[in-house]
């Protein structure tokens, strides 16, 4: 049986719009926005920066999955209540990550995308629940998932009667470990050509090094990646989660400018 | 800050009753049962082979988490009936799978132990829910989990009120396809050794290869584990879910007088 | 102690001539060639096509490591003949493998660059036998080899005697198999980083897929690799080995068009 | 084609016969010594040590493979001496590892078994030579090497003249950092079905942690290892390589008991 995720059953790509974005339409998207939304001064500061920046998506974890209990879990509500506000005063869609099914409902009443991170990649409880909204949904490659496995979770979502599924490659977890997960580009770029859904690149969670970030998200816009998302703080040494793997102002720009000089020459 | 379920918080053994069982005080408990729980009649003929064979636990899953949403993925809320009557019927306890947080009430009026699958071992909402109620809980290693974060994922439901964990090492995912997963000998080792909490082995998923599985099982009796969990089927070809796997009872007669004739040796 | 090979006992990168081709002066540099050379005739007319390709060195095998003792294991001193005179032919250097520290003269006499191949990275007899001569040497990352690792083999050489190394990252062996390997992208931008040596890519080796081959080594260059390495036959579907990952002559010439649009755009 | 290495084509077992011990034939072989010969007076001590304890046959590295090239990498021809000399009193054999084709001849003049490395289980042209004599080979698996390689790695020996290969399970690397390298039991039983060549277990390389040495070793014994390889030191604080994983006089003959108990009880 051909599953609906795949280009043998609907071969014209799958193209989701948010707002006044098309992704999946050719013109590499770009996402970011820090790890956790950590407080809504600093985050308005920084979706005002990002919007200026030229990013078209602002992303920020309100629930946060943490491996263990004792870390920083995000602000819950509280915290979808500035990503709200960031999109009212930036007009930017936003994408946040949802970890329970009993939070599908409010998540999606605050966020633009809602976002399934890696360790919920299997959670098929709560895949089914985000395939009965109307609402695009991320879908991150799980830490060991194959290509296989990861494109049957996008199928539960579709099949669940939700076909508006982004996903995004995040690096696999292998013996190495001077990053901290390995980024799968030929993964990627084979996702892009089994399924008609649009492939994002996550650089950051994929190398966990701040300094590899920028050539990684280039690499992956080189080979096809409709998007790419970005954590950026405005001071990634005093960051609540991730602050390690978070581009500085500066370095976020130099980014954006490195990819818009290869759009500008791919056209 | 040392965790609440290491060795060094708590030096002490603990050892988790289920009726009459004690499991961690030494003596390997064996816990046995289908994959799935197919039917009533195939189910009820399962559990009082398994009795007369000297199983001491049935498991037996209602809820199902399959890579496939076209898979057969367990008969819901009728399985835990039938798990129930199971129980009934041979004075075992039983363990069963939860991947709902919204289902754990339910399953905790069936079940004597709830446990965690691979795929949810970092579904954090799920941790927090079991730790919640009284009830033993069986936390299987997720797929590509550290040792740490197997711990960690322990940490939360102990943290959440729930000292009642066995821990299940169930085989990570590595290069070698041969076998389903690498059962990790060592790893299941460093867990009795870091954790003052029960660690059992499953090496039917573990290997995937039902002529393995006896051996492996007996080798992870010897080095320490305080019981094993085997997938037995009377007809494992006809199976609906991990037939390659599975026991025929012949095969499982076997190795329960294997493991009969060690346990009388080392005592 | 700092490693002779690492940025910091050496800041300023070390550029390999070989004839008039300067690898790691900053424009990626392109090496082709079948896997192996199977007759004078096929790799004869080859090597005029990558000529009039652009390409600027051949590659070939004469020696091939191979899994099973029955497969084709190459020419030997037959197939170094046949290089040397397609060298002759087309002016191009030509880089080819070595496998057994008895044959480093004889290899050396016939090739410009010689080539350790994956299973021998830690072969540390061979790679002290190549630091010994004064030819360029290409270290393909070693199946399972950590950064760390792949650096500490580099050293080897270079601690024997011989400066001339290029790292090639061709992929690594992790669980996904959908791919013959998984392209570390990023561990090759922290090559790039932690090494003045040249690093270059082999997408061939690191996909196994054809179909994949192009948009990898696009993504290898846009990400800052110093060459690629790239397997190409006039018939794959006959190749003697890897015909898989083999681009044929218009999918290669393709590729080659790609690269200096990006290269042209990015001056 | 069968390999003839296969049980398919030969279905009795292989017993290896060195001097007038039988390794393969049901009782479980060990082997021990310190990773490296470090000095003539602290080998012969501890081989008296050894043989006292009821070890069969003596190991010690005097070529050692090292991932650094400034580390300490073994004696040489020195250490073989010093092995032939610990024979000569012990009376019992010795295994030592050979590194480079060019001095097999040498080392098969002073150890009765030879020993391939993980890092060299595809250096064809080891294989190769190592097949050309006629003493027992122990050919440890690589470090990411599958089942199926490691038998064709044995099939080159065996197909170049030499039958008397002991496949030795060392351990293969995972995303797992807790322990050295992860022990696959599964594998080693695998191996005992594939093959009629006899398959040891080394859990000292496979786990690196001397406290999980002696559980892994009795969880190999108890799934039908043809025998241990361990790691032993007077003082593995002080010794020049792997002391980490080596086990210290008493914790060795508390694991030769432990063995012991558990073979007369299996018998």
């Keep these: 049986m051909e599953l609906k995720v795949s280009r043998k059953k609907k071969n014209n790509k799958t193209i989701i719009k948010v707002k006044d974005i098309e992704i999946g339409k050719g013109e590499p998207v770009i996402i970011a926005g820090p790890c956790a939304v950590e407080g809504e001064e600093v985050y308005l500061e920084e979706a005002r920066f990002l919007k200026e920046a030229g990013v078209q998506i602002l992303r920020g974890g309100a629930f946060k999955p943490r491996t263990s209990p004792y870390a920083f879990s995000g602000l819950g509500v509280e915290g979808l209540k500035i990503l709200a506000r960031a999109r009212e005063i930036t ?22 995308i809602l976002q399934i991170g890696s360790r919920n990649m299997q959670n098929f409880t709560l895949l089914r629940e985000v395939g009965l909204i109307n609402k695009p949904v991320l879908l991150k490659r799980g830490l060991a998932a194959t290509l296989k496995e990861w494109l049957l979770a996008a199928e539960y979502i579709v099949d669940s009667g939700n076909e508006q599924v982004i996903l995004c490659e995040r690096g696999i977890r292998t013996f190495e470990d001077y990053t901290r997960n390995t980024f799968d580009l030929a993964g990627m770029v084979a996702a892009l050509d089994l399924t008609h859904l649009p492939v994002i690149a996550d650089p950051s969670h994929a190398t966990g090094r701040r300094e590899l970030v920028g050539r990684v998200a280039l690499g992956a816009v080189a080979a096809g990646a409709d998007g790419i998302m970005v954590e950026v703080h405005p001071r990634p040494e005093e960051a609540l989660s991730d602050g390690g793997q978070s581009l500085a102002y500066e370095e976020f720009q130099k980014l954006i400018r490195s990819i818009k000089r290869f759009k500008s020459q791919s056209s």
Aim: charged residues 30%.
């Design 91 to 112: 007009g930017l869609p936003v994408v946040t990550e949802v970890m329970d099914p009993r939070d599908v409902e409010i998540v999606g009443e605050y966020a633009d």
